[in-house]
């Protein structure tokens, strides 16, 4: 019944189980980073999560309530912290971003939690939990939750009981070994998982809003946007988990661009070349569509109007669209249509659209012998 209890809304868990939680209250900020980057831990400045981007909360939900066992220790011969679960099975600890520095975590452009670390030890009653998980949701609350064991990694099944918190899809993995730096990248309706830079697993994104808490006075993490949590979450696992490194990056996904804005070719040129281009390269396939659009250039006339989708595999950042320029003889002014990208997926607009001009190449010759004998043709 207890299965699940969270490390959020610390302020009015601590009203309800103050003496059952250890909170830090004191939040530290940690240096500069990079503009979309906010690190949350690193280890390597020494202290545990909770003294820098993290809160920290342990409680045994069990009735009567002892205190937690679960200890968190900065080790700085490792530069890491070790979050120890093991002394009792029913304790939950972990770290939950603290919700005021908590950046909108928008699925549509895209955000990844950077974190590095070990799982020492892990042990579990129940296949449906593990020892440690990370737990992150979107604005609008879909999100994934990835358990990790000794030798796997798995998704966490959402929706409604009794599928609800069921084991999902995994891969197996040595978590054990060393200290391993993940990436977990949601985008859209995706997540996809990289350990050491290689991707291990992907799936959908899960809505885990069905759970409800074992009584009203707990808050409800799964109902909470922009949720960064890294845990043991549960009363059927444990597990000792080192933890190095912490960052959270948004707006992840690449910008999708057509190139040049303006071109000009004579009508002669047989194709008009323009690129569309990732301002990135993504782990997913990204996709756009495309038409030209008429202008002063009449489509059929000027030039063959085209249109269709483009597609990126992860890796390649761009692509080539070639529109047919159709020539004539015609002595005529220059003429202009428009190439439009719209609709992209895993990545966002941004130079949508590019004019392409066309020049003329004919003029009338005019014979002056031609003004004078052609009267002495047509006439009799
Ligand atoms: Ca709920
Ligand atoms: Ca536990
Ligand atoms: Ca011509
Ligand atoms: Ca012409």
Redesign the pocket.
């Given at each position: 019944m207890l299965r699940k209890l969270f490390l959020i809304g610390t302020a009015v868990i601590t009203a309800v189980l103050a003496t059952h939680l250890l909170l830090n209250t004191l939040q530290t900020a940690v240096a500069a980073a990079p503009t979309n980057t906010l690190v949350l831990y690193d280890g390597a400045l020494g202290g545990t999560p909770d003294t820098q981007n993290f809160e920290y909360a342990a409680v045994n939900p069990v009735f009567p309530f002892p205190p937690a066992q679960a200890t968190q220790t900065y080790s700085p011969a490792l530069g890491l912290t070790i979050l120890d679960t093991t002394p009792e099975i029913s304790d939950l600890a972990g770290y939950a971003i603290t919700p005021t520095l908590a950046p909108t975590l928008s699925r549509q452009a895209g955000f990844r939690l950077d974190f590095s670390v070990r799982i020492n030890s892990e042990t579990h009653n129940n296949n449906n939990r593990a020892g440690f998980s990370i737990t992150m949701l979107a604005e609008d609350l879909l999100g994934i939750e990835i358990a990790f064991w000794e030798n796997e990694i798995w998704a966490q099944e959402g929706g409604n009981p009794p599928t609800l918190f069921t084991h999902a899809e995994g891969v197996v993995y040595d978590t054990t070994t060393d200290i391993v730096d993940y990436e977990l990248e949601i985008v859209e309706s995706s997540y996809r998982l990289s350990a050491n830079g290689v991707p291990v697993l992907s799936g959908p994104l899960r809505d885990y809003t069905a759970w409800e808490p074992p009584f009203p006075f707990i808050p409800d993490p799964y109902e909470q946007p922009n949720l960064i949590a890294l845990s043991d979450n549960t009363s059927s696992a444990q597990g000792e988990i080192w933890i190095a490194y912490a960052a959270i990056t948004t707006d992840t996904t690449p910008l999708v661009n057509v190139q040049p804005v303006s071109l000009t070719v004579s009508?002669?040129v047989g194709t008009a070349v323009l690129d569309v281009q990732l301002s990135h390269t993504s782990t997913f396939t990204v996709t756009v569509g495309y038409e030209t659009v008429a202008g002063t250039a009449v489509p059929g006339t000027d030039y063959t109007p085209i249109s269709g989708t483009l597609t990126f595999t992860p890796g390649v950042i761009s692509q080539s669209v070639a529109i047919p320029i159709l020539?004539?003889?015609l002595d005529e002014p220059d003429r202009e249509f428009t190439l439009t990208i719209a609709d992209p997926t895993f990545a966002r607009l941004g130079q949508s659209s590019a004019i392409i001009t066309i020049q003329?190449?004919?003029e009338i010759i005019v014979d002056p012998l031609m003004e004078i004998y052609l009267p002495l043709v047509v006439r009799p």
């Amino acid at each position: 019944m207890l299965r699940k209890l969270f490390l959020i809304g610390t302020a009015v868990i601590t009203a309800v189980l103050a003496t059952h939680l250890l909170l830090n209250t004191l939040q530290t900020a940690v240096a500069a980073a990079p503009t979309n980057t906010l690190v949350l831990y690193d280890g390597a400045l020494g202290g545990t999560p909770d003294t820098q981007n993290f809160e920290y909360a342990a409680v045994n939900p069990v009735f009567p309530f002892p205190p937690a066992q679960a200890t968190q220790t900065y080790s700085p011969a490792l530069g890491l912290t070790i979050l120890d679960t093991t002394p009792e099975i029913s304790d939950l600890a972990g770290y939950a971003i603290t919700p005021t520095l908590a950046p909108t975590l928008s699925r549509q452009a895209g955000f990844r939690l950077d974190f590095s670390v070990r799982i020492n030890s892990e042990t579990h009653n129940n296949n449906n939990r593990a020892g440690f998980s990370i737990t992150m949701l979107a604005e609008d609350l879909l999100g994934i939750e990835i358990a990790f064991w000794e030798n796997e990694i798995w998704a966490q099944e959402g929706g409604n009981p009794p599928t609800l918190f069921t084991h999902a899809e995994g891969v197996v993995y040595d978590t054990t070994t060393d200290i391993v730096d993940y990436e977990l990248e949601i985008v859209e309706s995706s997540y996809r998982l990289s350990a050491n830079g290689v991707p291990v697993l992907s799936g959908p994104l899960r809505d885990y809003t069905a759970w409800e808490p074992p009584f009203p006075f707990i808050p409800d993490p799964y109902e909470q946007p922009n949720l960064i949590a890294l845990s043991d979450n549960t009363s059927s696992a444990q597990g000792e988990i080192w933890i190095a490194y912490a960052a959270i990056t948004t707006d992840t996904t690449p910008l999708v661009n057509v190139q040049p804005v303006s071109l000009t070719v004579s009508e002669t040129v047989g194709t008009a070349v323009l690129d569309v281009q990732l301002s990135h390269t993504s782990t997913f396939t990204v996709t756009v569509g495309y038409e030209t659009v008429a202008g002063t250039a009449v489509p059929g006339t000027d030039y063959t109007p085209i249109s269709g989708t483009l597609t990126f595999t992860p890796g390649v950042i761009s692509q080539s669209v070639a529109i047919p320029i159709l020539d004539n003889t015609l002595d005529e002014p220059d003429r202009e249509f428009t190439l439009t990208i719209a609709d992209p997926t895993f990545a966002r607009l941004g130079q949508s659209s590019a004019i392409i001009t066309i020049q003329d190449d004919d003029e009338i010759i005019v014979d002056p012998l031609m003004e004078i004998y052609l009267p002495l043709v047509v006439r009799p």
